[in-house]
Nanobody
Framework: EVQLVESGGGLVQPGGSLRLSCVAS????????MNWVRQAPGKGLEWVSR????????TYADSVKGRFTISRDNAKNTLSLQMNNLNPEDTAVYYC???????WGKGTLVTVSS
């Protein structure tokens, strides 16, 4: 079973940046499509971004396109999300996940506020 552990969340001012990381245990990470999904306070889950196993296919939700960059390092079993020009609407718990295998981390909280 793969375990996912996110880190990098915190409090940031509007317009600021954060970089989230997700470290996976297990050898199956390198072959898995990985996602970032978020949940704002009092709201449902929102898919943010997806990356294929070989970095070849990357997609973003319209709400983050041009501001967020997903990447992965299979040698380090790590998934990342660089978030720039953050705004209060980006406040949420961010999860890394494989939606097919239903691997989920516990999430990391990002708060954008002045």
């Amino acid at each position: 079973e793969v375990q996912l552990v996110e880190s990098g969340g915190g409090l940031v001012q509007p317009g600021g940046s954060l970089r989230l990381s997700c470290v996976a245990s297990g050898s199956t990470f390198s072959g898995a499509v990985m996602n970032w999904v978020r949940q704002a306070p009092g709201k449902g889950l929102e898919w943010v971004s997806r990356i294929s196993s070989d970095n070849g296919v990357i997609t973003y939700a319209d709400s983050v396109k041009g501001r967020f960059t997903i990447s992965r390092d299979n040698a380090k079993n790590t998934l990342s999300l660089q978030m720039n020009n953050l705004n209060p609407e980006d406040t949420a718990v961010y999860y890394c996940a494989n939606l097919v295998q239903e691997w989920w981390g516990k999430g990391t909280l990002v708060t954008v506020s002045s």
